[in-house]
DNA sequence: TTCCGCATGTAATCTGTTACATGATTAC
DNA sequence: GTAATCATGTAACAGATTACATGCGGAA
């Protein structure tokens, strides 16, 4: 429901193209906490020009041919219908995070380590981007924008302080003591062996 | 893809049934950063048992029928052969920073700041999960499980901190100045007063 | 006796991506 | 001249959710 509500809110901005629309996500800001492929974007372009909330605006014809979108009245009204609307609460989907939580003793640390500098180096470029683009001389960023680079600000730099943080943990091998009550480290271990040898055996 | 080895990850902890699966997303600490529904468990489940990955263990009917699977050796390679992969970077799709960044002069503040309100209602509660969890006496967190914790923890401030700034700045006032070389804004203002007052006069 | 939590499962649907096809224009 | 970028679009598929159907056991 909400890729089509995107799209609105992008041509809000100003009008585009569907290729336009995808570069926003790709190499701007909106690409922080939003995406979708092309295969989403025409399709959504067509049916939101059905029902009237966009309209195409004629180019003339500056050699490539291209179709700009425009709000209409009523893509107006029901972009800023969906900008009153209480946002659903970000569904997260981390997989590093979820690796980590399952690690276990018989696995090797020094992968786990790689994975958070490979991590870390995305982090670090898109904490570069966020710090650079509100001053380059050249994008669009309106007042409100600048909160949500302020939030992306924010939250990159803890990552980034978990990421090196739990990066000298690892190296000096200081883990934090976890909560344990019904031995479940040393059973799982076990479970583990068990399993491991009883193939080895077969 | 993940769906499975998320689920191999769950059972590496312990023998579950589908619905503990579930619980350990809904009510865990694992719901932090993963989720999932019934109508993918089971059938997940279905398609790793016949893969070999898993297995069923059959209950002494305790009264209620249930049915409780365990990691096969070659669902703990699997699982194992998961966990040395780099994780992919997580995906964020976060409606508020959409809404906000293409919020505009003609909306009401108030609205806003109602919904960074209501975000940080839910944050304030993960927070307190998150702080409440690793103490509890119950609960299981390996040693590595910590470092996890520890992010959602950094990562929870973090937001938390720039709600309470942003509607300190939206309640005063007292927006940053923004980046906008071509005048965009005031002519975003024009383009919609000029959509809304054409439709006025039809 | 009624409701809630435990428990399993499927069918219909939705949502979106990947991969492909096509071609013009621009920069090197 | 050739590679990269601009530009539009579709078909096949993947991935997951929602809603439903079903039923037991324990608590109030």
Known sequence: MSIEHSIL??????????????AEFEHKAAG???????????????KLE??????????????????????????WKEFEKWLTLPPAYPVVKDELLMKMSTWHADMDDEVLINHL???????????GFVKNWPTNGTSYISDYGMLSIRYGELRLEAELKWIEESIHILEEKQLPNGQDPNGNTDKLIARRRAAIQSEEES
Do not use: C, H
């Not at 809000?12 to 995808?22: A, C, D, L, V």
């Open 9 to 22: 809110a992008i041509l809000s901005f100003w009008p585009s193209t569907g290729y336009n629309i995808k």
């Open 32 to 46: 922080l906490y939003w995406g979708m492929s092309y295969g989403s974007i025409y399709p959504k372009l067509k």
């Open 117 to 127: 500098l490979k991590r870390k180096a995305v982090t670090e470029d898109l904490l």
């Open 50 to 75: 059905e029902e009237g909330l966009i309209y195409p605006i004629e180019e003339e014809e500056e050699g490539r041919k291209k179709k700009q979108y425009e709000l209409t009245p009523k893509g």
